[in-house]
């Protein structure tokens, strides 16, 4: 079955970066879009950005441009997700969701910024 | 910035009906803006129910379904159920690449 499984929790500081990973199985990885969305406590979710796996195009959000990298390594069918500049109103959980459709999502991964 | 307007909050009855709406900041929302419609319940990952304006996902339930309405997307779930009490999202593209989730609206069934 489909399955995208993200990589755990991270503590950061403000002013550090952070990677996130999310590995895909149970399909084709260069078949379908990833999108990367975010939610703050209690708040609305927020979309990010997108990645093509297939070339490694990609489209960020106009209000992440320049702070986040989207990647993708397909010999192990996961894709990254950056932010660097890690300021307080970035602490969230991280989401990636497959396809145009966002059908199939991550478990999500909480970044806390604190110093 | 393109702002996507939903009702915050809503209530309805048990076997009601509800129609949750999504407006853009940039004029009426037509078909070309491939409305998405999401659930998401405390603690979990968003659920998808609605794909390009109307349609359904194998798993969505009849009693949800998506279209446009005054120059809105709109999700109206029919005959609704204890369990879809949850807080909604909608979604739209605006090409380019660029995504814009609305607000979200809590949907309360009581």
């Known amino acids: 079955q489909v399955q995208l499984v993200q990589s755990g929790a991270e503590v950061k500081k403000p002013g550090a970066s952070v990677k996130v990973s999310c590995k895909a199985s149970?399909?084709?990885?260069?078949?379908?879009?990833m999108h990367w969305v975010r939610q703050a406590p209690g708040q609305g979710l927020e979309w990010m950005g997108i990645?093509?796996?297939?070339?490694?195009?990609?489209s960020y959000a106009q209000k992440f441009q320049g702070r986040v990298t989207m990647t993708r390594d397909t010999s192990t069918s996961t894709v990254y997700m950056e932010l660097s500049s890690l300021r307080s109103e970035d602490t969230a959980v991280y989401y990636c969701?497959?396809?145009?459709?966002?059908?199939?999502w991550g478990q999500g991964t909480l970044v806390t910024v604190s110093s | 910035q393109t702002v996507v307007t939903q009702e915050p909050s809503l209530t309805v009855s048990p076997g009601g009906t509800v129609t949750l709406t999504c407006a853009s900041s940039?004029?009426?929302?037509?078909?070309?803006?491939?409305p998405n419609w999401f659930q998401q319940k405390p603690g979990q990952a968003p659920r998808a129910l609605i794909y390009?304006?109307?349609n359904k996902h194998s798993w969505t339930p009849a009693r949800f379904s998506g279209s446009l309405l005054g120059g809105k997307a709109a999700l109206t779930l029919s005959g609704v159920q204890p369990e879809d009490e949850a807080e909604y999202y909608c979604?739209?593209?605006?090409?380019?690449?660029?995504?814009?989730f609305g607000g979200g609206t809590k949907l309360t069934v009581l």
């Open positions: 969701a497959r396809g145009q459709q966002l059908v199939t």
């Open positions: 149970g399909y084709t990885f260069t078949s379908y879009y």
């Open positions: 990645i093509n796996p297939s070339g490694g195009s990609t």
């Open positions: 940039t004029g009426a929302v037509t078909s070309g803006y491939y």
């Open positions: 390009s304006t109307s």
């Open positions: 979604l739209l593209y605006y090409g380019g690449a660029q995504l814009v």
